[in-house]
């Protein structure tokens, strides 16, 4: 009998010691209380007896003292509090720990011991401080990330709006930045940015905020014009600045100049994306006229942009003449590998056959509007086109549609799509909106009961390319998303670069946690496909399950599915 009981205990202790958590076992009726696990290496000191207790307690950071005890000290009573627990940090500030309490009962419910299990988080809480900080700031610079700064730029313009106040938005751009890349290469390059990241985070306030927009130009947004924050001191002051060069770690020097265009509120636009638009063309016209000087908007700089480009006459001819094409790619279930949707995507054949590419012609409809009847166009065909299949191949996947900002603001745009959906008899639980972060920066409030409505109706709502931006996980709870597609630029580094590996795993299991289904973009090879499989994402999207096809190789698709 002794020999089993030891050897029952020598079983018990192996798989304890074997276990990634520390354990306290602590006996109801008798004081004593067993550390069994990875308490060694989690503690400097045992604990054997109730009162020793407190030893614990006493390297724990003060404010989760108290949480701790009501988790130790579990009541007896089991119906008030089976399972308990609780995040705390070491007074010394270094780790992080979870502590779980379950309670032991015997057959009448009654508590007989209680298992305290403790594990240390502070590997994954780190990340996800740091999946906060991506949130907000971009890597380089420390500045504001551009969709968060776009996001602020709107509480500036509400605030603005009931203080009958102005907001200047300003563009700046390196001149000549391709000629630091080019000569002294790349790593001097994002010195430069950086150094100049750093140059603008000293103007900013709580009534001036900046952002990196992109490569070598930035985004500051002035609110009013008082004392020394206005448009003018901010460029004067980076003028003088600019006065003196930049060093970089090779040992050179570099001179710079910015060339600057400024928008305002309320005289360009009352919406935050067109004023920072039009900064952007105000720039882009003085750069015409001669770098390293400001510009500020009128009203025909704007008009002469956008009639100047041939390209809405181009587009409207487009579609028009029949110029465009949907394509469509293949979304698959990691797990076992069967079609979960196709995404629609907009392909434009011109005059000589050449494609061109959707990222070159949708940032410029989406400038002029254009996007707007393009969208429609998206809509009415991929929808009349899924009903045609459902017809002939009985297809029922998800079909998931891309619509932009500039559509989803549209007043008419529920109806529209509710309209399409009646017509071609095409069930709302089949479709999939693709929508970017964008469309939430405006209000966020009248795009999410918007989203709520489409959701009420079936409709599922997919948030794209999530990542790249102003991720918040507190912003995200509050949206009715069934699905958060990661964006390619995680992917395509996941396996080759550690940081982007933390990640994109938090974010899968953060997707999980929230409930959402996890969406993979740009996937091109076996090995980026099986890790994230292994790592729990759902759904993947990329050329090493399919390209997008066109509309005959997505039928012959189909048709293998039915054979099959
Ligand atoms: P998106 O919605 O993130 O679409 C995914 C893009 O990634 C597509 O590019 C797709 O062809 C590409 N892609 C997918 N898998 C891979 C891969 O494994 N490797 C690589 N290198 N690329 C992959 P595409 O078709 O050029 O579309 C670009 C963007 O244009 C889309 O990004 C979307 O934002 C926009 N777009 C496309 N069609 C529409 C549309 O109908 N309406 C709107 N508003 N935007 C659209
Ligand atoms: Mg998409
Ligand atoms: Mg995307």
Not at 382 to 404: C, H, M, P
């Amino acid at each position: 009998m002794n020999q089993k009981i030891s050897a029952r205990e020598r079983m018990y202790r192996l798989v304890c010691e074997k276990s990634s958590g520390a354990y306290l076992f602590i006996s109801r009726d008798r004081e004593e209380v067993c550390a069994l696990g990875q308490w060694k290496k989690y503690f400097d000191f045992d604990i054997t007896a109730k009162r020793e207790l407190e030893k614990l307690f006493e390297v724990i950071d003060e404010p989760y003292v108290i949480p701790l005890r009501d988790v130790v000290f579990l009541e007896k009573d089991p119906s008030k509090t089976e399972r308990k627990s609780v995040e705390c940090l070491t007074r010394d500030k270094k780790k992080w720990f979870f502590f779980r309490t379950d309670l032991i009962l015997d057959q009448d419910g009654v508590c007989t011991d209680k298992i305290i299990r403790i594990f240390d988080i502070t590997k994954y809480k780190r990340q996800s401080d740091e999946l906060d900080y991506y949130s907000y700031y971009d890597i380089y610079t420390g500045l504001y990330n551009r969709n968060y700064f776009i996001r602020l730029l709107g509480d500036f313009l509400r605030r603005a709006e009931k203080e009958k106040e102005t907001v200047s938005v300003m563009m700046l751009d390196v001149d000549d930045f391709h000629k630091i890349n080019d000569s002294l290469g790349m790593i001097a390059g994002d010195e430069i940015v950086q150094q100049l990241g750093a140059v603008i985070k000293e103007l900013c306030s709580d009534r001036i905020i900046a952002c990196h927009f992109n490569s070598d130009v930035y985004c500051i947004a002035i609110f009013g014009q008082s004392g020394s924050e206005t448009v003018e001191k901010v460029h004067g002051a980076l003028e003088e600045r600019l006065k003196s060069p930049f060093y970089v770690g090779n040992g050179q020097t570099v001179n710079l100049t910015v060339t600057a265009g400024v928008a305002r509120y309320p005289e360009a636009s009352d919406s935050a994306l067109d004023l920072i638009n039009c900064a952007e063309v105000v720039m882009l016209k003085c750069k015409s006229m001669g770098k390293g000087s400001i510009l500020y908007y009128e009203a025909p700089i704007l008009n002469d942009f956008l009639t100047s480009v041939e390209l809405e006459t181009k587009l409207k001819e487009a579609l028009s003449g029949n110029r465009f094409e949907l394509y469509y790619q293949p979304q698959f279930y990691a797990g076992n590998k069967k079609l979960r949707g196709m995404e629609a995507l907009l392909r434009w054949r011109d005059e000589d056959g050449r494609m061109i590419s959707p990222a070159v012609f949708i940032p410029i409809a989406e400038k002029n509007g254009f996007i707007v009847p393009i969208g429609s166009w998206v809509l009415e065909n991929a929808i009349g086109q899924y009903a045609k299949w459902r017809e002939t191949y009985g297809a029922d996947f998800i079909l998931s549609i891309n619509v932009s900002a500039k559509q989803y603001i549209r007043p008419e745009f529920v109806d529209q799509l509710l309209g399409i959906l009646e017509k071609h008899q095409v069930n709302p639980c089949q479709i999939e909106l693709e929508v970017t972060e964008s469309i939430l920066i405006e209000d966020f409030d009248t795009v999410s009961e918007k989203l709520r409505f489409l959701q009420s109706k079936g409709i599922r709502i997919s948030l794209d390319d999530f990542g790249t931006g102003f991720s918040s996980l507190s912003y995200l709870k509050k949206l009715p998303i069934n699905t958060l597609k990661i964006d390619k630029s995680f992917i395509d580094t996941v396996l080759s670069d550690s940081p982007t590996r933390i990640i994109t795993e938090s974010i899968i299991n953060m997707i999980k946690s929230l409930g959402f289904e996890s969406v993979a973009e740009g996937v091109e090879q076996e090995q980026q496909y099986r890790y994230l499989h292994a790592v729990g994402c759902d759904v993947i999207q990329g050329f090493f399950l399919g390209k997008p096809l066109c509309v005959p190789d997505v039928e012959k698709l189909l048709q293998e599915l039915t054979v099959r």
